[in-house]
Protein backbone atom coordinates (compact mmCIF):
# COMPACT_ATOMS: atom_id res chain seq x y z
CA UNK A 1 0.00 0.00 0.00
CA UNK A 2 1.47 3.64 -1.10
CA UNK A 3 0.66 5.13 2.30
CA UNK A 4 1.98 8.84 0.96
CA UNK A 5 -0.38 8.29 -2.38
CA UNK A 6 -3.34 10.98 -1.28
CA UNK A 7 -5.48 8.83 -2.96
CA UNK A 8 -4.58 6.12 -0.34
CA UNK A 9 -5.34 8.51 2.33
CA UNK A 10 -8.61 9.74 1.39
CA UNK A 11 -9.50 6.02 1.18
CA UNK A 12 -8.10 5.17 4.09
CA UNK A 13 -10.14 8.49 5.54
CA UNK A 14 -13.34 7.53 3.94
CA UNK A 15 -12.63 3.44 4.92
CA UNK A 16 -12.43 4.80 8.43
CA UNK A 17 -14.77 7.58 8.80
CA UNK A 18 -11.09 9.47 10.42
CA UNK A 19 -10.68 12.96 10.27
CA UNK A 20 -7.75 15.13 10.56
CA UNK A 21 -7.32 16.58 13.33
CA UNK A 22 -5.82 20.27 13.37
CA UNK A 23 -5.30 20.77 17.22
CA UNK A 24 -3.42 17.33 16.83
CA UNK A 25 -0.76 18.72 14.31
CA UNK A 26 -1.95 16.13 11.64
CA UNK A 27 -0.35 17.06 8.29
CA UNK A 28 0.64 13.87 6.73
CA UNK A 29 3.86 13.00 4.20
CA UNK A 30 2.72 12.21 0.59
CA UNK A 31 6.01 12.45 -0.97
CA UNK A 32 8.07 9.13 -1.33
CA UNK A 33 11.34 11.02 -2.07
CA UNK A 34 10.72 12.94 1.49
CA UNK A 35 10.22 9.83 3.06
CA UNK A 36 13.04 8.00 1.92
CA UNK A 37 15.37 11.24 3.16
CA UNK A 38 13.95 10.81 6.69
CA UNK A 39 15.21 7.42 6.60
CA UNK A 40 18.80 7.81 4.74
CA UNK A 41 19.23 10.59 6.91
CA UNK A 42 18.58 9.10 10.40
CA UNK A 43 20.85 6.18 8.79
CA UNK A 44 18.67 3.43 10.22
CA UNK A 45 19.50 -0.30 9.65
CA UNK A 46 19.44 -3.79 10.88
CA UNK A 47 20.49 -3.66 14.34
CA UNK A 48 18.87 -0.66 15.36
CA UNK A 49 15.78 0.47 17.47
CA UNK A 50 13.85 3.16 16.29
CA UNK A 51 11.69 5.29 18.28
CA UNK A 52 9.07 6.75 16.14
CA UNK A 53 7.25 10.33 16.96
CA UNK A 54 3.65 10.42 15.54
CA UNK A 55 3.30 7.47 12.97
CA UNK A 56 -0.17 8.89 12.00
CA UNK A 57 -1.79 6.69 8.96
CA UNK A 58 2.39 4.81 8.98
CA UNK A 59 3.90 6.12 6.37
CA UNK A 60 7.33 6.63 7.98
CA UNK A 61 6.90 3.69 10.26
CA UNK A 62 7.11 1.39 7.50
CA UNK A 63 9.70 2.86 5.28
CA UNK A 64 12.02 2.78 8.55
CA UNK A 65 10.82 -1.02 9.63
CA UNK A 66 12.08 -2.12 5.92
CA UNK A 67 15.55 -1.10 7.45
CA UNK A 68 15.25 -1.80 11.38
CA UNK A 69 15.25 -3.80 13.65
CA UNK A 70 12.14 -2.93 15.56
CA UNK A 71 10.09 0.28 15.39
CA UNK A 72 8.52 1.58 18.75
CA UNK A 73 5.75 4.43 17.32
CA UNK A 74 3.94 6.31 20.00
CA UNK A 75 0.32 7.58 18.45
CA UNK A 76 -1.46 10.13 20.80
CA UNK A 77 -4.96 9.69 18.97
CA UNK A 78 -6.64 6.76 19.36
CA UNK A 79 -8.66 7.10 16.45
CA UNK A 80 -5.56 5.93 13.96
CA UNK A 81 -5.06 2.86 16.07
CA UNK A 82 -7.76 1.03 14.23
CA UNK A 83 -6.36 2.42 10.86
CA UNK A 84 -2.48 1.23 11.74
CA UNK A 85 -3.80 -2.14 12.77
CA UNK A 86 -4.47 -2.39 8.54
CA UNK A 87 -1.59 -0.14 7.17
CA UNK A 88 1.16 -2.16 9.24
CA UNK A 89 -0.56 -5.62 9.28
CA UNK A 90 2.46 -8.37 8.23
CA UNK A 91 5.36 -6.16 10.14
CA UNK A 92 6.38 -7.95 12.97
CA UNK A 93 8.76 -5.71 14.31
CA UNK A 94 6.57 -2.37 14.46
CA UNK A 95 4.94 -2.37 17.77
CA UNK A 96 2.32 0.80 18.42
CA UNK A 97 1.96 2.68 21.88
CA UNK A 98 -1.17 4.69 22.11
CA UNK A 99 0.15 7.60 24.33
CA UNK A 100 1.13 10.99 24.41
CA UNK A 101 4.47 10.98 24.02
CA UNK A 102 4.98 13.82 26.67
CA UNK A 103 3.44 11.25 29.49
CA UNK A 104 5.82 7.62 28.74
CA UNK A 105 8.81 7.47 30.03
CA UNK A 106 10.75 6.66 26.89
CA UNK A 107 14.15 6.04 28.92
CA UNK A 108 12.23 2.70 31.46
CA UNK A 109 11.19 1.74 27.77
CA UNK A 110 14.07 1.80 25.78
CA UNK A 111 16.06 0.55 28.47
CA UNK A 112 13.22 -2.76 28.96
CA UNK A 113 13.77 -3.21 24.84
CA UNK A 114 17.91 -3.48 25.25
CA UNK A 115 17.62 -5.73 27.90
CA UNK A 116 15.72 -8.29 25.87
CA UNK A 117 17.88 -7.58 22.47
CA UNK A 118 19.95 -5.80 22.53
CA UNK A 119 20.40 -3.25 19.45
CA UNK A 120 23.53 -1.34 18.47
CA UNK A 121 21.89 2.28 18.32
CA UNK A 122 18.50 3.69 19.57
CA UNK A 123 17.63 6.88 17.43
CA UNK A 124 14.31 8.58 17.57
CA UNK A 125 12.76 9.61 14.27
CA UNK A 126 9.21 11.32 14.11
CA UNK A 127 7.56 13.87 11.62
CA UNK A 128 7.00 16.14 14.60
CA UNK A 129 3.29 17.78 15.46
CA UNK A 130 4.06 21.51 15.24
CA UNK A 131 1.96 22.69 18.28
CA UNK A 132 4.46 21.03 20.59
CA UNK A 133 7.15 20.72 18.70
CA UNK A 134 10.07 22.16 21.20
CA UNK A 135 8.30 20.94 23.81
CA UNK A 136 9.07 17.35 22.65
CA UNK A 137 12.92 17.89 21.57
CA UNK A 138 13.31 19.55 25.01
CA UNK A 139 11.57 16.35 26.64
CA UNK A 140 14.13 14.39 24.52
CA UNK A 141 17.58 15.98 25.53
CA UNK A 142 16.60 16.64 29.33
CA UNK A 143 15.29 13.13 29.86
CA UNK A 144 18.43 12.10 28.62
CA UNK A 145 17.51 9.21 27.02
CA UNK A 146 19.86 6.69 25.66
CA UNK A 147 19.94 7.79 22.06
CA UNK A 148 22.23 8.16 19.24
CA UNK A 149 20.49 10.60 17.00
CA UNK A 150 17.62 12.34 16.79
CA UNK A 151 15.83 12.84 12.85
CA UNK A 152 12.88 14.95 12.94
CA UNK A 153 11.08 17.02 10.69
CA UNK A 154 9.91 20.47 12.36
CA UNK A 155 8.72 24.03 10.95
CA UNK A 156 11.39 25.59 9.13
CA UNK A 157 11.54 28.21 11.64
CA UNK A 158 11.58 26.19 14.13
CA UNK A 159 14.74 24.67 12.40
CA UNK A 160 16.41 27.72 11.97
CA UNK A 161 16.33 28.88 15.10
CA UNK A 162 17.87 25.49 16.47
CA UNK A 163 20.69 25.96 13.67
CA UNK A 164 21.26 29.88 14.76
CA UNK A 165 24.93 30.99 15.47
CA UNK A 166 25.37 33.81 17.68
CA UNK A 167 24.36 37.43 16.56
CA UNK A 168 21.59 36.76 14.48
CA UNK A 169 18.13 37.44 15.46
CA UNK A 170 17.02 33.94 15.30
CA UNK A 171 19.72 32.79 17.95
CA UNK A 172 18.03 31.99 21.46
CA UNK A 173 17.51 29.75 24.37
CA UNK A 174 16.74 26.74 22.04
CA UNK A 175 19.48 27.16 19.87
CA UNK A 176 21.75 27.33 22.54
CA UNK A 177 20.11 24.48 24.26
CA UNK A 178 20.10 22.16 21.42
CA UNK A 179 23.92 22.92 20.50
CA UNK A 180 24.59 22.35 24.47
CA UNK A 181 23.43 18.45 24.10
CA UNK A 182 24.09 17.70 20.25
CA UNK A 183 25.94 18.97 16.86
CA UNK A 184 23.13 19.83 14.59
CA UNK A 185 22.71 18.97 10.27
CA UNK A 186 20.12 19.81 7.77
CA UNK A 187 18.88 16.65 6.17
CA UNK A 188 16.27 18.00 3.68
CA UNK A 189 14.14 21.45 3.45
CA UNK A 190 10.79 20.48 2.48
CA UNK A 191 8.02 22.60 0.97
CA UNK A 192 4.56 22.83 2.16
CA UNK A 193 2.99 20.66 -0.96
CA UNK A 194 4.37 17.44 0.28
CA UNK A 195 1.80 17.07 3.14
CA UNK A 196 -1.98 16.69 3.07
CA UNK A 197 -3.59 18.89 4.39
CA UNK A 198 -1.17 21.24 3.30
CA UNK A 199 0.07 23.35 6.17
CA UNK A 200 0.46 26.87 5.92
CA UNK A 201 4.89 26.41 6.25
CA UNK A 202 7.51 24.87 5.22
CA UNK A 203 9.49 22.24 7.43
CA UNK A 204 12.97 20.90 7.39
CA UNK A 205 14.53 17.63 8.87
CA UNK A 206 17.28 17.83 11.05
CA UNK A 207 19.46 15.49 12.24
CA UNK A 208 20.51 15.87 15.67
CA UNK A 209 23.66 13.61 17.05
CA UNK A 210 23.61 13.77 20.67
CA UNK A 211 27.41 14.26 21.97
CA UNK A 212 28.85 12.15 24.24
CA UNK A 213 29.88 15.38 26.13
CA UNK A 214 28.09 18.82 26.06
CA UNK A 215 29.67 21.43 24.19
CA UNK A 216 30.79 23.26 26.88
CA UNK A 217 31.62 22.16 30.52
CA UNK A 218 30.57 24.78 32.86
CA UNK A 219 30.94 23.58 36.64
CA UNK A 220 27.24 23.94 37.24
CA UNK A 221 24.65 22.99 34.33
CA UNK A 222 21.48 24.61 36.32
CA UNK A 223 23.30 27.69 36.44
CA UNK A 224 24.12 27.52 33.22
CA UNK A 225 20.55 27.20 31.78
CA UNK A 226 19.52 30.03 34.48
CA UNK A 227 21.62 32.59 32.72
CA UNK A 228 20.79 31.39 29.18
CA UNK A 229 16.72 31.59 30.16
CA UNK A 230 17.69 34.94 31.78
CA UNK A 231 19.67 36.36 29.09
CA UNK A 232 16.98 35.71 26.62
CA UNK A 233 14.04 36.11 28.44
CA UNK A 234 14.77 40.26 27.86
CA UNK A 235 16.65 39.29 24.76
CA UNK A 236 16.58 43.69 24.31
CA UNK A 237 17.95 44.51 26.90
CA UNK A 238 21.84 44.40 27.54
CA UNK A 239 22.86 41.76 29.77
CA UNK A 240 23.40 43.97 32.90
CA UNK A 241 19.61 44.70 33.25
CA UNK A 242 18.58 40.80 31.80
CA UNK A 243 20.82 38.61 34.33
CA UNK A 244 18.79 40.27 37.22
CA UNK A 245 16.39 37.07 36.04
CA UNK A 246 18.73 34.96 37.64
CA UNK A 247 17.99 36.68 41.16
CA UNK A 248 21.45 37.98 41.26
CA UNK A 249 22.04 41.80 42.18
CA UNK A 250 23.68 44.13 39.96
CA UNK A 251 26.52 44.76 41.87
CA UNK A 252 26.70 40.53 41.76
CA UNK A 253 26.58 40.55 37.69
CA UNK A 254 28.45 43.37 37.03
CA UNK A 255 31.24 41.53 38.62
CA UNK A 256 30.14 38.14 37.17
CA UNK A 257 30.89 39.48 33.62
CA UNK A 258 33.69 41.42 34.61
CA UNK A 259 35.26 37.97 35.38
CA UNK A 260 33.93 36.20 32.24
CA UNK A 261 35.35 38.95 29.99
CA UNK A 262 31.79 40.10 28.56
CA UNK A 263 30.86 43.71 28.46
CA UNK A 264 27.81 44.59 30.15
CA UNK A 265 26.63 46.32 27.70
CA UNK A 266 25.67 43.38 24.80
CA UNK A 267 22.49 41.79 24.39
CA UNK A 268 22.91 37.52 25.28
CA UNK A 269 21.73 37.37 21.56
CA UNK A 270 25.48 37.94 21.03
CA UNK A 271 26.75 35.54 23.54
CA UNK A 272 28.50 32.29 22.65
CA UNK A 273 28.22 28.89 24.33
CA UNK A 274 31.76 29.41 25.96
CA UNK A 275 30.49 32.92 27.20
CA UNK A 276 27.43 31.55 28.52
CA UNK A 277 29.84 28.87 30.05
CA UNK A 278 31.98 31.10 31.27
CA UNK A 279 29.41 33.69 32.95
CA UNK A 280 28.17 30.82 35.07
CA UNK A 281 31.28 29.65 36.12
CA UNK A 282 31.92 33.59 37.55
CA UNK A 283 28.38 33.58 39.26
CA UNK A 284 29.20 29.98 40.32
CA UNK A 285 32.28 31.46 42.32
CA UNK A 286 30.89 34.21 43.55
CA UNK A 287 30.53 34.68 47.43
CA UNK A 288 26.95 37.11 47.59
N1 LIG B 1 4.26 10.43 10.64
C1 LIG B 1 3.05 10.78 9.94
C2 LIG B 1 3.39 11.34 8.58
O1 LIG B 1 4.53 11.82 8.43
O2 LIG B 1 2.54 11.32 7.70
C3 LIG B 1 2.20 11.78 10.73
C4 LIG B 1 2.90 13.07 11.11
S1 LIG B 1 1.81 14.30 11.79
C5 LIG B 1 2.71 15.77 11.41
C6 LIG B 1 2.08 14.22 13.55
C7 LIG B 1 1.52 12.98 14.24
O3 LIG B 1 1.82 13.08 15.64
C8 LIG B 1 0.00 12.82 14.15
O4 LIG B 1 -0.32 11.50 13.82
C9 LIG B 1 -0.50 13.16 15.56
O5 LIG B 1 -1.69 12.51 15.91
C10 LIG B 1 0.67 12.72 16.42
N2 LIG B 1 0.78 13.39 17.72
C11 LIG B 1 0.41 14.66 18.03
N3 LIG B 1 0.71 14.93 19.31
C12 LIG B 1 1.29 13.82 19.84
C13 LIG B 1 1.79 13.49 21.13
N4 LIG B 1 1.78 14.38 22.14
N5 LIG B 1 2.29 12.25 21.34
C14 LIG B 1 2.32 11.34 20.31
N6 LIG B 1 1.84 11.61 19.07
C15 LIG B 1 1.35 12.83 18.82
Known sequence: MKLYDPAVIRAIKSKYGFRFSKSLGQNFLTSKEVIDGIVEGADI???????????????????????????????????????????????????????????????????EEMEDAPYRAVKVIGNLPYYITTSIIMMLLESRIPCESITIMMQKEVADRIKASPGGRTYGALSVAVQYYCTVETVEEVPKENFMPMPKVDSTVLRLDLREEPAVRPIDEDMFFRC??????????????????????????????????????RRAETLSLEEFAALADAFSGLQE
Open 228 to 265: VRAGFSMRRKTLLNSLTATGHSKDAIRTALETAGIDAR
Open 45 to 111: GPSDLIIEIGPGIGVLTVAAAEKAGKVIAVEIDSNLMVVLADTLRGYDNIQIINENVMKLDLAALIQ
